[in-house]
């Protein structure tokens, strides 16, 4: 299975932009990279995906490399609100591929 | 509204006691799956289902079971055949098909053996 890896925490300012990295240099052409976000003792909540293109929606930005090998969510002005651990997952179309595999994700700290 | 339901919030049983826990959606998703979460750890997945009367085993599913009756339902019991059972149990589901689409999540139910 292809798998990420994060860093396991990290800190922005209010108002500040924060850049997420993942790495998943064993990434396959069919790997759709979704980001998904978790509040304490809630459940997740779908951030954004793409598939090669960067992609934009109301929460965040995706940046993708161009080789596939790593990825970027943006959060442009990180408010309190923000604080939560962010989930990077590779999702497959097919098989057990298909299923969501959480790692332990990157905790953000948001400071005012 | 439209969502997932998941009940009771909290939970709390004796060692040996099998306890099942309810997961409801009306989005009129197809597939719905259950996850398991420990302290500092991220989601690992119980069972999943893709369409009615049907499922399949995820990464760590004994000493667990489901039944897919209804698509709206799909409750999963913990037996006590289960070694460690306390832990935050996640319930989802997503429209199905081969597109990349989301899972919506329910609150979660956090279960405590005593």
């Known amino acids: 299975d292809a798998k990420t890896t994060q860093p396991n925490s990290m800190e922005s300012n209010e108002e500040e932009p924060v850049h997420l990295p993942c790495n998943h240099s064993t990434i396959s052409g069919t790997d759709y990279i979704h980001w998904y976000r978790q509040l304490p003792s809630q459940g997740p909540e779908y951030v954004i995906h793409?598939?090669?293109s960067n992609v934009n929606n109301r929460m965040a930005s995706l940046a993708i490399a161009e080789d596939r090998k790593s990825s970027t969510l943006i959060l442009h002005r990180a408010t309190l609100r923000d604080a939560a651990v962010y989930y990077c997952?590779?999702?497959?179309?097919?098989?057990?591929?298909?299923?969501?595999?959480f790692g332990s994700g990157t905790q953000l700290t948001v400071l005012p | 509204d439209g969502g997932i339901t998941q009940s009771p919030k909290y939970l709390f049983r004796k060692e040996g006691q099998n306890v099942t826990l309810s997961c409801e959606q009306n989005l009129n998703h197809d597939a719905m799956y259950w996850y398991r979460q420990d302290p500092g750890q991220g989601l690992r997945l119980i069972y999943y289902?893709?369409?009615?009367?049907?499922?399949q085993k995820g990464d760590i599913a004994e000493g667990y079971s489901v039944s897919r009756e209804k698509k709206e339902s799909f409750p999963l019991t913990v037996t006590s055949a289960q070694k460690n059972p306390t832990a935050f149990y996640l319930c989802?589901?997503?429209?199905?098909?081969?597109?990349?689409?989301?899972?919506?999540f329910g609150p979660g139910t956090r279960l405590t053996v005593l």
């Open positions: 289902s893709q369409i009615v009367n049907d499922f």
């Open positions: 793409g598939l090669t």
């Open positions: 997952i590779l999702r497959g179309l097919s098989g057990s591929a298909r299923q969501l595999t």
């Open positions: 989802a589901s997503r429209k199905g098909g081969q597109g990349a689409n989301e899972q919506f």
